[in-house]
């Protein structure tokens, strides 16, 4: 069957006043018209020419729709006198078509791809009306049916019946038409209309002749459609067809190797996690590259990765672009942003790349005071340790220079870390590293007054302004970024995904996982997928204690995984996908990030488990041979039929 007939010449009178300069069935659900689902779903399923009998506003129609939709023909009926007739002129219309065997679809009814998909799977040489059972919310058109769902009586029922039977069927405005009972039925339609008998429901011309020619009903109950008559029932489309949610939890670093001092398990076998696990067991897992040759193993470029983007392609050089973006701050094409960490040292080599995890007050306060002799450099305070310098109309570029993260050079001496560039002795990286040294005697006078842990700033991930294309348009999907970490907000907003300062997220071991949650169920009411990140593991992996990871991961589970679960259930049941990993591993024993491959679950809508239990490094690589890009994940997630 490559033909459908679509009635929407009505007035939809009960849906004024939506229905006063668009007709019914351009009525949005959801933001798409009732008319537009329809057209998708049959173009989908590869039918050649869509039908459509306009009345009201139908010019409307006419511009919305075109005389293509994607490869599919469209042609139109004009019912001259909608404002007399009814559902049965306009089937009357049609009957060209309707003789040749058609999709029959009234122009009001929205409506799961999966009902298309089973109708045209039905036996080819018998005609169906597509039903539900008829319970006590439902009105309008009843069918009757025999022990063999033959149709043998229709009606109008406009009041509560005594009793619902199970061979009561309601219409679901959609019938499939084998061209021998088409021809039968156009010419019922002939004789009342020859009659003058047009202002019915063509539910009743079947009526009278049911009996003439077998039509049977196709109970499709367990699955979603509905008749829109009114602003209520708008609503309550909108509910049963709201978009399928989607939640990523990113576990920064928490993948890792097994440690003697957890008995040699890895962080995530010794983490208490029932609902990582339950989610593991019910749904589906691999492995994901989240490195890739040429690129730093850090956050940043695994995080781009995940939230869909190429790293190779739009990873801006280092981090701190984003950082800037989420603080507001304007990049110039020739501006080079630097994170500024403030770093603790002893005898001259770095200690501590936190600064002894200096608060947010104490670090602006040492950031804010610093004296920089130099016009084009600008530094901004930021999140504990982890602050901006800008420099303006740099005569170098960010691929350039060479630059060394603190946090993987514990112990090692400080100049032999200084920024270089890959050309040899310049004068604007040499003033740089000028201003990180001069900073130790400042910090050193400022310290008398505000008794802080740092000693020195320190410039690493020297980057450009990111140019990325915005989510929403990649993936046909809005998103939403829940983070307490400047970059993940940045990479958002370079994306044009919704983001917010959430109160008390850190990225540390006491970020306020309970506002991130709140902050995720709200993004998830006008989003359709929502991207939680959580870096405390990481934290901990470069602090080298594997109790506190351990710690950070069960409160992953408990605050956000666990409760989010039963929200999803509760609110979307059977309508979300979850799915968590890490972004990286990063180890205890050395405090660095590590390339391999880390592991990840998926659970919800459609997802086919397969025969791992628990959410384990060893477990999961086990079972799994092969990598699936970064940057594919999403669509792996997004992808209905995995």
């Not at 009105?139 to 009757?144: A, K, L």
């Not at 033959?150 to 061209?179: A, D, P, Q």
């Not at 890895?266 to 590259?289: C, H, M, S, V, W």
């Not at 972004?583 to 397969?610: A, L, M, Q, W």
Request: glycine letters at 6%.
């Amino acid at each position: 069957m490559k033909n459908a007939v679509i009635l929407v010449a009505g007035l939809g009178s009960r849906l004024k006043p939506l229905t006063h300069e668009v007709p019914k069935c351009l009525t949005e659900i959801n933001g798409k018209p009732i008319l537009k689902n329809t057209l998708e779903l049959l173009s989908k399923k590869g039918f050649k020419r869509a039908v459509i009998v306009i009345g009201f506003l139908g010019e409307r129609v006419r511009e919305a729709i075109g005389k293509k939709f994607n490869e599919m023909d469209i042609i139109y009926l004009e019912n001259p006198t909608f404002m007399e007739t009814n559902s049965m002129y306009s089937a009357w219309l049609a009957r060209e078509y309707i003789e040749k065997g058609t999709l029959l679809i009234e122009g009001d009814t929205i409506f799961e791809e999966e009902i298309l998909e089973r109708v045209l799977k039905t036996d080819k040489d018998k005609s169906f009306w597509i039903v539900d059972k008829f319970t006590e919310q439902f009105d309008g058109c009843m069918s009757t049916a025999d022990e063999n769902n033959r149709i043998i009586k229709v009606e109008i029922v406009k009041e509560k019946l005594k009793e619902y039977k199970n061979n009561f069927f309601k219409s679901t405005g959609i019938l499939k038409i084998t061209s021998e009972f088409g021809k039968e039925f156009s010419n019922w339609l002939n004789d009342d209309v020859k009659a003058g008998n047009v202002n019915i429901y063509y539910d009743l011309v079947l009526a009278k002749h049911i009996h003439e020619k077998p039509l049977y009903v196709y109970n499709i109950s367990d699955l979603k459609w509905f008749e829109i008559d009114n602003f209520q029932d708008v609503r309550k489309a909108e509910n049963i067809f709201q978009s399928t949610k989607y939640v990523m939890i990113i576990m920064d670093g928490s993948a890792d190797l097994p440690l003697p001092e957890l008995e040699n398990k890895t962080p995530f076998e010794a983490a208490k996690i029932p609902n990582i696990d339950y989610l593991t067991e019910n749904g589906r897992t691999g492995l994901l590259q989240t490195m890739y040759p040429g690129l730093p193993i850090c956050s940043i470029v695994a995080n781009t990765g995940l939230l869909g983007y190429n790293p190779a392609r739009y990873y801006p050089i280092g981090r701190a672009s984003f950082e800037a973006l989420a603080q507001d701050i304007f990049l110039n094409p020739n501006d080079i942003a630097f994170r500024c960490n403030l770093i603790s040292t002893e005898n001259e080599k770095i200690k501590d790349f936190t600064a002894g995890m200096i608060d947010d007050e104490s670090a602006s306060k040492i950031i804010n005071n610093l004296k920089i002799d130099d016009k084009n450099i600008e530094i901004y305070s930021g999140q504990s340790y982890r602050n901006l310098l800008i420099a303006r109309n740099a005569n170098f570029f960010a691929s350039e220079i060479i630059a060394f993260e603190p946090h993987e050079n514990i112990s090692e001496e400080i100049k032999s870390k200084l920024l270089k560039h890959k050309g040899g002795i310049h004068p604007s990286i040499e003033k740089l590293n000028s201003i990180m040294l001069d900073s130790i005697e400042q910090i050193k006078l400022l310290n008398q007054q505000y008794n802080t842990k740092a000693d020195m700033i320190w410039l690493w991930s020297p980057s450009i302004t990111p140019r990325i294309p915005s989510f929403s348009r990649q993936y046909g999907v809005d998103g939403a970024i829940v983070a307490g970490m400047d970059f993940m907000n940045g990479l958002g907003r370079a994306m044009r995904m919704e983001v917010k300062k959430i109160p008390e997220a850190t990225g540390d071991f006491d970020t306020n996982l309970k506002e991130k949650l709140k902050y995720a169920k709200n993004y998830l009411r006008y989003n359709d997928i929502v991207f939680i990140h959580i870096n405390s593991p990481d934290e901990e992996s470069h602090a080298r204690n594997a109790e506190k990871k351990v710690k950070a991961i069960e409160n992953i589970d408990r605050e956000i995984i666990g409760p989010l679960l039963e929200f999803l259930n509760k609110t979307y049941p059977n309508n979300f996908r979850i799915a968590a990993m890490p972004d990286h591993y990063t180890f205890v024993k050395n405090g660095k990030h590590d390339e391999r491959s880390v592991p990840y679950f998926i659970c919800g809508k459609n997802i086919k488990k397969n025969d791992v239990k628990k959410f384990t490094e060893k477990e999961i690589f086990e079972d799994n041979k092969i990598t699936l890009k970064s940057y594919d994940f999403i669509n792996l997630l997004l992808n209905e039929g995995i």
